[in-house]
């Protein structure tokens, strides 16, 4: 199975900066795509960011100019570099990985960032 693992969330105060990292391995995960979602409180799931395997990225446009997403060398990892953040960027965020072996999304456990003064 294909496994994902976020990390770097956390308490941050408005104006801030953080940086989200997300891994996916597994033997038969090759990258196709690879991105953000968040859910907070009483709110639909809206997408962040993503990445395919061109490179080229997608933005929610509540982030887009604040926030980009980038893959290492070894593609299996991405970051998003989230800066000027604000209290309404409070959520969960899930990171998820498709592989050109599968035709559905595998999801991480999600980590929370919390934007407070």
């Known amino acids: 199975q294909v496994q994902v693992v976020e990390s770097g969330g956390g308490l941050v105060q408005p104006g801030g900066s953080l940086r989200l990292s997300c891994a996916a391995s597994?033997?038969?995960?090759?990258?196709?795509?690879m991105g953000w979602y968040r859910q907070a409180p009483g709110k639909q799931r809206e997408l962040v960011a993503t990445?395919?395997?061109?490179?080229?990225?997608k933005y929610g446009d509540f982030v887009k100019g604040r926030f980009t997403i980038s893959r290492d060398g070894a593609e299996n990892t991405i970051n998003l570099q989230m800066n000027n953040l604000k209290l309404e960027d409070t959520a969960v965020y899930y990171c998820?990985?498709?592989?050109?072996?599968?035709?559905?999304?595998?999801w991480g456990q999600g980590t929370q960032v919390t934007v407070s003064s």
């Open positions: 998820y990985a498709r592989s050109i072996f599968m035709s559905t999304n595998t």
């Open positions: 597994g033997i038969t995960f090759k990258f196709s795509a």
């Open positions: 990445i395919n395997s061109g490179s080229s990225t």
